[in-house]
């Protein structure tokens, strides 16, 4: 018979083949293991472990040193294995690896079956056997004898927080059953680690009473007092207060739950109204719906997903439709926060100040709210352990402003929107990113039917593809002209359309009466939220005639390196990479950015602008042209602007590769050189584009 092998996490790493406890190596080997445990047969991604492992600033040699890490743990467990032999446990999975284990091999996945039994059990005689089956299995602190990096990671801290939880469950299965003393010693355990935790306290004290006697558990509750007004300068809460009142109650009777039960926590129900005339956004909306546990799963995990998207495009109409969509299988409520991470009358919401109101709608009394803002986080998810809730953090603007507001429960959901990028969430939190784009022109079309009536559209069908069409997909542009056609009920679509036929892309046809619902306004919350460097070029690629701009020539026009600035706009939902190293900025944008640059760049500062964009592509394009057809004679060209780096191009291949991505830029640029009276400029790129069109077979 083959020796069983067995993985334990809910305390010590540890790995047992029979009898025979395993070496796991080093102690790089035994954080990986945990990392690895802690997910209980299901993938971590190579960035995950990472991060696990090393945080935020791991070494450059870390990729490398997990693979080594894969392979040595390999042969621990498998002592014998051949070195490229993947062996029985350790997986590769979804781009990164996987621990081979169930209920039989793993501590912790044994537990969260008993857990699952106990719960199906419940109001069961047997639903306290279960849990304290399940309890028994935790020998300490997750992850003991690992490092403190491993220890502090969100994968092993939601573990903890999920312990704590279940043994809240417990200790109610167990006063259900008058069964307090087979519980006590596993929930006084927990309660060790976590002496704050109101909820559970309050349950150790019914505990106490029960096995016990009052004196014990009245003893007890003076120690939580205590510890909660030296910690927090509070005093105990409502549901400690109700706990030690039934002790003194009934001083000579056992405590059990046929007894009142303290008062349940508040619900909220905080969801903004759904959206009746919502359309589209059907697989952004499927891929939301996959990254959220379905309904008869067992929640194994919080999970946190970042909407993001351009101004305008529709993030919270989503989030919203979603939320309304799941908040079922939410029973403890839903909260909502607008975070005003872009807003024009104030600053953002501060992370203190949304926790109040949080904690407020939980129940908690304004007087039992701590100051300090790392003690309402700490309450917040004291408050939320245990329970099921949806969170909708609306408009957020960094990590900074989300993250003391994260929930630490098993089982809640927080979607979140921003028009950042929130990187660090996803890095760290292990959130899920669902970028929305413009609609396409089929629910555009929709969108208006929804708003303006169906045989209204249909009825003016050109028209209706002109608004559409100068729209470019953007929600909001769609919901300001859609607003305008029922305000206007006996005005032709036709007119409209022509409203914005003759503003040329302009912006003056999508303001309206509210900054919310003006195109102008809320571009401009995302621009000023910009580092200097990046409003600039944002500006600056006003002036680019498009439709794309390479990484490049955005330098030459900045007149210094621009990927890190590239970035901060494509993280603010500025600018979009459609390919790598290749940018476009949405129509409205683009107007917006042109707007800026006429009006807030001084004279000189816009001609030298124009100068560097023009020089950067003649001076690239003259550098292919020599590669393309070497027996050409060449024109003369001076030294480039100051600031110009014309791009390297390193053979013919890779001439006609740029040529062919440019072709439509160079034109565009040509006709704005000529605009701006850069005939010079005009000639040698004509000179260029016909060199390329006659010379070069293929083109």
């Known amino acids: 018979m083959r020796a069983r092998m067995w993985f334990t996490v809910l305390g010590p790493v540890r790995a047992w083949l029979g009898e025979q406890e395993l070496d796991l190596g080093s102690p790089q080997q035994r954080a990986l293991l945990a990392v690895l445990l802690v997910r209980a047969g299901r993938p971590a991604g190579l960035a995950e472990i990472v991060d696990a492992m090393w945080g935020p600033q791991p070494p450059p040699t870390a990729i490398n040193a ?116 087979r519980l006590l010693p596993a929930v006084a355990l927990a309660a060790d680690h976590a002496p704050l935790d109101e909820p559970l306290q309050a349950r150790l004290v019914l505990l106490l009473a029960a096995a016990s006697g009052p004196a014990a558990a009245l003893e007890h509750y003076g120690h939580v007092r205590a510890a909660l007004a030296q910690e927090l300068g509070l005093d105990p809460g409502a549901e400690l207060r109700a706990a030690r009142d039934r002790v003194l109650r009934r001083p000579t009777q056992r405590a059990h739950a046929a007894e ?177 784009d413009v609609l396409p022109a089929a629910d555009a079309r929709d969108f208006l039917s929804r708003r303006i009536g169906a045989q209204r559209v249909a009825r003016e069908d050109a028209a209706t593809k002109e608004i559409v069409e100068r729209c470019a997909g953007l929600p909001l542009a769609l919901a300001i002209v859609a607003a305008r056609a029922v305000e206007h009920a006996t005005v032709p679509l036709q007119a409209i359309a022509a409203e914005l036929v003759d503003a040329e892309g302009g912006l003056e046809a999508f303001t309206g009466p509210e900054p919310a619902v003006d195109a102008r306004a809320v571009i401009s919350w995302s621009y000023r939220s910009l580092s200097p460097s990046a409003a600039a070029l944002c500006r600056l690629l006003g002036a680019h005639p498009g439709p794309d701009v390479s990484a490049g020539a955005a330098g030459s026009l900045l007149g210094a390196p621009a990927r890190a600035v590239l970035d901060e706009l494509t993280g603010a939902h500025l600018l979009t990479e459609r390919s790598p190293g290749r940018f476009e900025m949405h129509d409205l944008l683009h107007s917006y950015a042109a707007e800026l640059f006429a009006a807030t760049d001084p004279e000189p500062v816009r001609r030298a602008a124009l100068l560097r964009l023009f020089d950067h592509y003649l001076h690239t394009a003259f550098r292919a042209v020599r590669l393309l057809a070497p027996a050409r004679e060449p024109i003369a060209l001076g030294d480039p602007a100051p600031g110009v780096t014309a791009e390297a191009i390193r053979d013919g291949e890779h001439a006609r590769a740029w040529f062919g991505a440019e072709h439509a830029v160079l034109a565009a640029v040509a006709d704005r050189a000529a605009a701006a009276g850069y005939d010079g400029h005009v000639s040698r790129l004509a000179w260029a584009l016909d060199t390329v069109r006659n010379e070069v077979t293929g083109w």
């Open 260 to 436: 009142p039960a303290p008062a349940a926590a508040p619900r909220p129900a905080q969801l903004p109204a759904d959206l009746p005339t919502f359309v589209g956004r059907r697989a952004e909306l499927a891929e939301a719906l996959a990254s959220h546990p379905p309904r008869e799963a067992a929640p194994g995990a919080l999970v946190i997903t970042v909407i993001g998207g351009m101004a305008g495009v529709g993030k919270t109409a989503l989030a919203v439709h979603w939320a309304h969509q799941v908040a079922g299988r939410y029973p403890d409520g839903q909260l909502y926060v607008n975070l005003r991470g872009f807003d024009p009358v104030g600053p953002p919401v501060a992370p203190g100040d949304a926790l109040h109101d949080m904690l407020t709608a939980l129940g908690v009394s304004r007087d039992e709210i701590p100051a300090g803002l790392d003690a309402r986080s700490a309450l917040l998810r004291t408050r939320l352990a245990g329970r099921r809730v949806l969170m909708l953090l609306d408009n957020a603007r960094d990590l900074a402003q989300v993250r003391p507001l994260l929930p630490g429960s098993v089982g809640c959901l927080v979607i979140v929107t921003s028009r950042s990028r929130l990187a660090g969430l996803l890095a760290v939190g292990g959130a899920n990113l669902l970028t929305l």
């Open 66 to 181: 997990v693979h080594r890490g894969v392979g040595g743990l390999r042969r621990a467990l498998q002592p014998g294995l051949a070195s490229r032999d993947a062996g029985r446990w350790l997986v590769r999975s979804a781009g990164g690896y996987r621990l081979d284990v169930d209920a039989d091999t793993a501590d912790l996945v044994r537990y969260r079956w008993l857990v699952g039994r106990a719960r199906t059990a419940a109001g069961d005689a047997s639903a306290a056997g279960l849990f304290a089956e399940a309890l028994e299995l935790w020998q300490g602190p997750v992850a003991g004898g690992v490092g403190a990096a491993v220890r502090a990671h969100p994968l092993v801290v939601a573990v903890e927080r999920e312990h704590l939880a279940v043994a809240r469950e417990a200790a109610d299965a167990a006063l259900a059953a008058d069964e307090a003393g």
